[in-house]
């Protein structure tokens, strides 16, 4: 019995992790810029790309709302556009702990390229480059 117990538990282990690629984690709200809080049209949404693929994207809309489904795992995503400096956040769970599925809402605040002192920023906290 215990033997039978244990196989099982390898197998489902191994079927979780043999499935870690599918996209089930949702990642959804509205891109801003962090000076005059208006929406910034088209930014882009991405997996970061110096981390482990499969990667995902999606683009804000034009009201800058946005909604990434990607890894439940724990990784990075970068948000960027035009004129803007990148901003990189943590989303997902930690493999012992995650869930297969989930959402996050984050409201993102783009700092503009020429903007000096950083304003302070609510919701996310930035990991600024």
């Not at 503009?112 to 609510?122: A, S, Y």
């Amino acid at each position: 019995r215990s033997f039978w117990w244990a196989g099982s538990a390898v197998r489902f282990g191994a079927a979780r992790a043999g499935d870690r690629s599918a996209p089930t984690w949702r990642v959804w709200g509205t891109v801003r810029d962090a000076v005059t809080h208006q929406p910034i049209p088209w930014a882009l949404v991405e997996d970061d790309p110096a981390g482990q693929p499969p990667f995902f994207h999606a683009d804000a809309d034009y009201s800058g709302s946005f909604e990434l489904v990607t890894l439940a795992e724990a990784h990075r995503v970068r948000v960027s556009a035009l004129g803007y400096r990148p901003l990189f956040f943590d989303i997902g769970r930690a493999w012992f702990i995650w869930m297969p599925r989930g959402n996050e809402k984050k409201n993102i605040e783009l700092l503009p390229l020429n903007c000096i002192v950083p304003p302070k920023l609510g919701g996310v906290r930035p990991i600024l480059l």
